[in-house]
T-cell receptor, first 113, second 114 residues
Framework: GDSVTQMEGPVTLSEEAFLTINCTYT??????LFWYVQYPGEGLQLLLK?????DKGSNKGFEATYRKETTSFHLEKGSVQVSDSAVYFC????????????FGKGTHLIIQP | DVKVTQSSRYLVKRTGEKVFLECVQD?????MFWYRQDPGLGLRLIYF???????EKGDIPEGYSVSREKKERFSLILESASTNQTSMYLC?????????????FGPGTRLTVL
């Protein structure tokens, strides 16, 4: 079945460091890909998405490119802030209709001042 | 802004009790979802619904049922709660069509079954 693999956390960085969180997927067909973020004590929020190969999603300084050849959707940010500390989830669409999303296990990001 | 609300942030129940988790969304979304979130496992889909009175099983429906009598409300029911159902439960909703995977999540209900 479909699956998403994310790098294990926690990932600890200093403020203004460059961030990469790896995400690879296994899926039949051509899923859409998503990054969701969960701040402490809150539900998940959509951060960015890409719906087809070579699409780049971007939001709040974060970017991810849909790479079909490597089945990857790595999340990057050039300069992280303390306020970026959160859990980040990579996800893919499960197919036609309202089938929900398949999520990775999440990566806990900690940014130190 | 879309708002998804869940009836409780924290809930403590005893083994064998019947538990109702309620979710309400205010954006007239057709699609609604229930996930559970566990450390090291991420989010797993329990049930979803794409219309009133319609429901579909997700990956882990065993021990759960759902009810959708009104478009804005989607209830998760634990018929006889067990300790392995201690978890964070997240409700989500989404519009139809191309945006159906852009899900809006509630804050979650942390359920403890003793």
């Amino acid at each position: 079945g479909d699956s998403v693999t994310q790098m294990e956390g926690p990932v600890t960085l200093s403020e203004e460091a460059f961030l990469t969180i790896n995400c690879t997927y296994t899926a039949t067909g051509y899923p859409s890909l998503f990054w969701y973020v969960q701040y402490p004590g809150e539900g998940l929020q959509l951060l960015l998405k890409a719906t087809k190969a070579d699409d780049k999603g971007s939001n709040k300084g974060f970017e991810a490119t849909y790479r079909k050849e490597t089945t990857s959707f790595h999340l990057e940010k050039g300069s992280v802030q303390v306020s970026d500390s959160a859990v980040y989830f990579c996800a893919l669409s499960r197919g036609g209709g309202a089938d929900g999303l398949t999520f990775g296990k999440g990566t806990h990001l900690i940014i130190q001042p | 802004d879309v708002k998804v609300t869940q009836s409780s942030r924290y809930l403590v129940k005893r083994t064998g009790e019947k538990v109702f988790l309620e979710c309400v969304q205010d954006m007239d979304h057709e699609n609604m979802f229930w996930y559970r979130q566990d450390p090291g496992l991420g989010l797993r889909l329990i049930y979803f619904s794409y219309d009133v009175k319609m429901k579909e099983k997700g990956d882990i429906p065993e021990g759960y049922s759902v009810s959708r009598e009104k478009k804005e409300r989607f209830s998760l029911i634990l018929e006889s709660a067990s300790t392995n159902q201690t978890s964070m439960y997240l409700c989500a909703s989404s519009p139809p069509g191309d945006l159906r995977n852009e899900q809006f999540f509630g804050p979650g209900t942390r359920l403890t079954v003793l």
